[in-house]
């Protein structure tokens, strides 16, 4: 069965360059959710999309943005990285529909590297 | 503080034993309480799902007990095996939230053999 596609898998930038993530949702899923876990920590919210529309807001930084697109894949945007930034970025699907109890799956994640 | 505590934080069980982690939770109002996977390097699985009306939920060898008056559940592993060493976590969501969820610290368990 098809999974949630992440990409790139790595990524290494320098500080205050720009870094733009990537999720492919499972197909028929219509809601988009991102993650991001630093080392040794627990993964913290970030954003959430329905039918392509913010649904929820989580610990998101202003130097991110993120949207999601027609084909319901979704891009994170990250601006002038900083070191802290250095964490592995999960992207999650689930179908929700006008329910709330929904199963998410994840996908494989991004590590970035921030230098 | 965090919402969602977890207990043990760590665990080391020989293959083909029985294991129980424990997640204690104060978020409210409470919506569903989910438990995942979590290998190294790789995005957590879904185990279960529980909503409050649930008190328990199996997959597998993977049953999830919920105690929504006593805001505890736990996790019990039966016949643990090599592949069970994992990072298990429990997260709780609110009902006046979406897709908001309340991560626990997570508890290592590693099978020995």
């Known amino acids: 069965a098809a999974g949630v596609i992440q990409s790139p898998r790595h990524l290494i930038k320098e500080k205050r360059e720009t870094a733009t993530l990537k999720c492919y949702p499972i197909?028929?899923?219509?809601?988009v959710y991102w993650y991001q876990q630093g080392p040794g920590q627990d993964p913290q919210f970030l954003i959430s999309f329905y039918e392509k529309m913010q649904s929820d807001k989580g610990s998101i930084p202003d130097r991110f943005s993120a949207q999601q697109f027609s084909d319901y894949h979704s891009e994170l945007n990250m601006s002038s990285l900083e070191l802290g930034d250095s964490a592995l970025y999960f992207c999650?699907?689930?179908?929700?529909?006008?329910?709330?109890?929904?199963?998410?799956?994840f996908g494989p994640g991004t590590r970035l590297t921030v230098l | 503080k965090n919402q969602v505590e977890q207990s043990p934080q760590s665990l080391i069980i020989l293959e083909g034993k029985n294991c129980t982690l424990q997640c204690n939770y104060t978020v409210s109002p409470f919506s569903n309480l989910r438990w995942y996977k979590q290998d190294t390097g790789r995005g957590p699985v879904s185990l279960t799902i529980?909503?409050?009306?649930?008190n328990t939920k199996s997959n597998g060898r993977y049953t999830a007990t919920l105690d929504a008056d006593t805001k505890q559940s736990s996790l019990h592993i039966t016949a643990s095996q090599l592949s069970d060493s994992a990072s298990y976590i429990c997260v709780v969501s609110q009902t006046d939230s979406w897709g908001k969820f309340q991560f626990g610290a997570g508890t290592q368990v590693v099978v020995t053999p």
């Open positions: 197909p028929r899923h219509d809601t």
């Open positions: 529980m909503t409050f009306s649930e």
């Open positions: 999650a699907s689930s179908l929700v529909g006008t329910r709330r109890s929904d199963t998410q799956y």
